[in-house]
């Protein structure tokens, strides 16, 4: 069964970095889009990143452009998400996605 499972989430203070891993398996990682989305307390849920099969193309929220960065390794069956300049608003629980597939989240907490 397709299983999504996050980690990396943590505390850090404001102007600092965290990167979010998300290991998958048990479908053919390397076909499918893959994405990062997050939840801030009482805010609807937020796509952050999105990035192609082959890595060759990638989105990204407005909010996070430049200073997020999302990348996939498919030999090892990864994406992770690079989160640099971190700022109070972006505490949130991310989440790893395939399609309608969902990781449990880690938690993201920017706080001096």
């Known amino acids: 069964q397709v299983q999504l499972v996050e980690s990396g989430g943590g505390l850090v203070q404001p102007g600092g970095s965290l990167r979010l891993s998300c290991a998958a398996s048990g479908f053919t990682f390397s076909s499918y889009t893959m994405n990062w989305y997050r939840r801030a307390p009482g805010k609807e849920r937020e796509l952050v990143a999105a990035?192609?099969?082959?890595?060759?193309?990638?989105n990204y929220a407005d909010s996070v452009k430049g200073r997020f960065t999302i990348s996939r390794d498919n030999a090892k069956n990864s994406v992770y998400l690079q989160m640099n300049s971190l700022k109070p608003e972006d505490t949130a629980v991310y989440y790893c996605?395939?399609?309608?597939?969902w990781g449990q989240g880690t938690q993201v907490t920017v706080s001096s």
């Open positions: 996605n395939r399609f309608n597939f």
């Open positions: 990035i192609s099969s082959t890595g060759s193309q990638t």
